[in-house]
């Protein structure tokens, strides 16, 4: 079997809800990109709009761009925050850090990290619990 193949085997235990690509306004290197996303996330609800109960898991991969290392943008499967608020996170995201895209999950989201797992482009990958700053 070859690597990608167990790769993708691997992220299939690991159910989601979301695919999410943020490509960030101006360019950033992974520890900026690591620490915007974590707080966004972390601060994502707010007292009229939760998007999720108590915390989130997801997969988070970052990868540099075609001008530079310091050219950062992340993909991240996101399990914890229900489909029907992917048109409103994704708004969230464009707001943020610019152009965004957020949909629920499909079949090719496996195989296409799996891919990018193996991709001299891939900075860094983690697996992040993140609980909300603001709970019911």
């Known amino acids: 079997m070859d690597f990608k193949k167990s790769f993708e085997e691997f992220l299939d235990r690991y159910p989601y809800d979301l695919w999410l690509t943020v490509t960030f306004g101006r ?3 992974v520890d900026v990109a690591r620490k915007r996303m974590k ?5 994502l609800n ?3 709009q939760v998007f ?5 898991r997801l997969w988070v991969f970052f990868e540099k ?3 530079s290392d310091n ?5 991240s499967v996101i399990s914890g925050i229900d489909s029907s ?3 409103l996170l994704e708004k969230e995201c464009h707001k ?4 965004s895209m957020v949909t629920t999950g499909h079949g090719g989201v496996n195989p296409y990290l799996a891919e990018k797992y193996n991709s001299p482009a891939l900075v860094d990958f983690d697996f992040w619990h993140i609980n909300s700053a603001l709970r019911g």
């Open 46 to 48: 707010k007292p009229r």
């Open 52 to 56: 999720y109960e108590k915390f989130i």
């Open 65 to 67: 761009g075609l001008d």
């Open 71 to 75: 050219d950062v943008h992340i993909h």
């Open 27 to 29: 360019a950033v290197g």
């Open 39 to 43: 707080y966004f996330l972390k601060h």
């Open 96 to 99: 943020t850090f610019g152009k």
């Open 85 to 87: 608020k992917a048109a």
